[in-house]
């Protein structure tokens, strides 16, 4: 009977208990309901910066942070371990966003879904821990929903159980911020304007929550009831965020904020472009992770999102077309950069591009860059690049080398002539024949006279019939070679340099009269595919030319074809194992500006 009796007693403690949180729920918090949704506004308006970003898909983004703050609410108002509270909603949070992201992936069922998710991320991390990053953008999907749900519990629970304003606000804030760091402004201002305005009124509501909870504990009485804290905070926040938001500033004034901002955001868009690379596979390529925009590898990636955001003002007499930097070596995944080496120029008569190349003119451009640029990363320029109005540094190829043996069996020696390029091949076979008929020995000068004038004797090894190996360096002009035209400072967004170009104004007829007389550089370092090329992508460029006979028809004839299939954006990445332009000209048959360039440079 005394054991009856306890359970008795514990299950009406329990219910009393039950019942006392549920008068709650329906009575609302001491902050009351109106705190509550002033705080949801707050975090659904940081929560919709994301969603105008629009960087991946992210299913329930609103819903989950508006949960994230219900539950913050509800487990704040509990009286346990805060610790094991927190805790346990961060993991409910975690759940919840790998819940959302089932719903990109296909299966018949949740736990099939489940597996799928699951699977991708185990990918995901065993290809980064290797150094390979995956193209796959589920795990960012999956970040940015947590990040999202966090946000909300964060501020919920900084609001409701620690009645810290600064808990409240950072986090939401700080989405906010980092956004209008890493995009420019756009369509993220208008939300910054309400934002502010909700956060002052959510700061006023707090303000006069704990001002009445301090009265009440020490029986002060106020007549009649303050009631009018709340509406003006509200003409007044709202007062100041209007005539901010309409005051037109002169740009002159606004320099040296811009300036502060950018030096300010510059770090943060740096480790952005980092982060990104890991989550989104546009790495170690198109970006970054050489601290830079354009760093070495460019690969070969899928859905792609184009924002109208400006990024550049440019202004110049004649049409341009503007590049940051250059690759030169094709890859199944995509583009790398071979060796390169920073110079500062050092032009000379000689280095003109006017002296060697005909069709050319000088053309002044003017770029105003409306983000921010670290030192050493690279600008845009056009064409040969002569002079630039900031301190800047030229990335251009390290030389190509080649090393050259004269002794050896018949096919030794043969099979040293086939590996060199083909301006290389008769002057090997003169050294060979001077060196097996003459009596004298070889000799440096001989070497120097036999050998194309862009070549450089570097190294030898001699033996009793004088040199027998040497190693040639093939050179180009210093203005003809360069990969990108790189910052030695910074630039702050909002600031401008000028450049001096030297561009083509080679008509179609001049195009077409050209000759196949291309010099060693170009054909050292440009003309070579990998090995593993897919048999069918060569039938195809050899059927599309097979009926022209110039260099540029052949051009205009794989472009013409390109032309024929679509552009898209929305595309899957060329699965492990296959070749990118193989994939986009035969299977894909649709893509965007980096798969047609990538075809059309590959079928050339």
């Not at 054991?3 to 208990?17: D, H």
């Not at 620690?162 to 209008?180: D, E, K, Q, T």
């Not at 086939?418 to 003169?430: C, E, H, S, V």
Request: neutral net charge; aromatic residues 10%; charged residues 20%.
């Amino acid at each position: 009977m005394l054991r009856l009796k306890e359970i008795n007693e514990g299950i009406s403690r329990a219910m009393a208990y039950v019942g006392n949180l549920l008068r709650q729920a329906v009575k609302g918090p001491a902050e009351g309901w109106v705190t509550v949704l002033i705080l949801m506004l707050s975090v659904t308006l940081a929560v919709s910066s994301v969603a105008i970003a629009d960087w991946v898909p992210m299913p329930g983004l609103h819903l989950l942070a508006l949960w994230g703050v219900m539950l913050g609410l509800a487990l704040a108002k509990l009286c346990l371990n805060g610790w094991l509270l927190a805790m346990s909603g961060i993991l409910l949070g975690a759940y919840l966003s790998f819940h959302q992201v089932t719903s990109l992936v296909e299966g018949a069922t949740r736990l099939e879904r489940y597996a799928e998710v699951g699977s991708r991320l185990f990918m995901w991390g065993q290809a980064l821990a290797s150094g390979d990053v995956r193209p796959d953008t589920l795990p960012f999907s999956l970040f940015l929903l947590f990040c999202s749900w966090l946000a909300g519990f964060i501020c919920s629970w900084s609001l409701f159980r620690r009645h810290n304003i600064w808990g409240a606000v950072v986090p939401s804030g700080l989405i906010i911020v980092l956004n209008l760091a890493i995009l420019e402004p756009g369509a993220q201002r208008p939300l910054l304007y309400l934002y502010l305005l909700v956060t002052c009124l959510l700061i006023a509501r707090l303000f006069r929550v704990e001002r009445d909870h301090d009265w009440n504990s020490r029986n002060v009485r106020r007549l009649p009831p303050d009631s009018r804290l709340l509406p003006n905070a509200m003409t007044f926040a709202l007062a100041v965020v209007m005539v901010t938001s309409f005051l037109p500033v002169p740009s002159g004034e606004v320099g040296p904020v811009a300036a502060v901002w950018g030096r300010m955001i510059s770090p943060v868009r740096l480790i952005w472009e980092e982060f990104a690379v890991v989550y989104s596979g546009k790495g170690p390529t198109e970006t970054p992770v050489s601290k830079d925009l354009f760093p070495s590898t460019n690969p070969f990636e899928g859905s792609t999102v184009l924002r109208e955001e400006p990024i550049l003002i440019v202004r110049t007499r004649l049409p341009v077309y503007l590049y940051a930097r250059s690759y030169d070596v094709y890859t199944p995944k995509g583009w790398e950069t071979g060796d390169t080496q920073m110079v500062f120029p050092n032009w000379t008569a000689a280095d003109a591009p006017d002296k060697g190349l005909q069709k050319r003119q000088r053309a002044e451009l003017s770029v105003e860059a409306l983000f921010s640029l670290a030192g050493g990363e690279p600008i845009y320029v056009s064409g040969y690049t002569l002079d630039v109005s900031i301190g800047y540094q030229l990335e251009v190829a390290q030389p190509v080398s080649h090393r050259i043996s004269l002794v050896g069996s018949e096919a030794e020696v043969a099979k040293t002539a086939g590996n060199l390029p083909l301006d290389l091949q008769k002057p090997f076979w003169q050294l060979w024949a001077m060196k097996n008929a003459s009596h004298d020995v070889l000799t440096e000068k001989d070497i120097r006279l036999v050998m194309p004038q862009d070549v450089t004797v570097v190294s030898w090894k001699s033996g009793r019939r004088g040199i027998e190996e040497f190693t040639v360096e093939r050179h180009a002009a210093i203005f003809a070679d360069v990969f990108s035209v790189r910052t030695v400072g910074g630039l702050s967004a909002g600031n401008s340099y000028r450049a001096i170009v030297s561009v083509s104004t080679a008509t179609e007829s001049d195009l077409s009269s050209a000759g196949t007389d291309y010099p060693g550089w170009v054909t050292d370092r440009y003309l070579q595919l990998p090995g593993s090329m897919p048999s069918r992508v060569m039938y195809l460029a050899q059927e599309l030319t097979k009926d022209v006979e110039t260099p540029y028809g052949k051009a205009i004839a794989i472009c013409n074809y390109l032309r024929t299939l679509d552009y898209a954006v929305d595309i899957e990445a060329p699965p492990d194992g296959t070749d990118g332009v193989d994939y986009f000209l035969f299977e894909l048959k649709k893509g965007y500006c980096q798969y047609f360039a990538s075809a059309m440079t590959v079928l050339l």
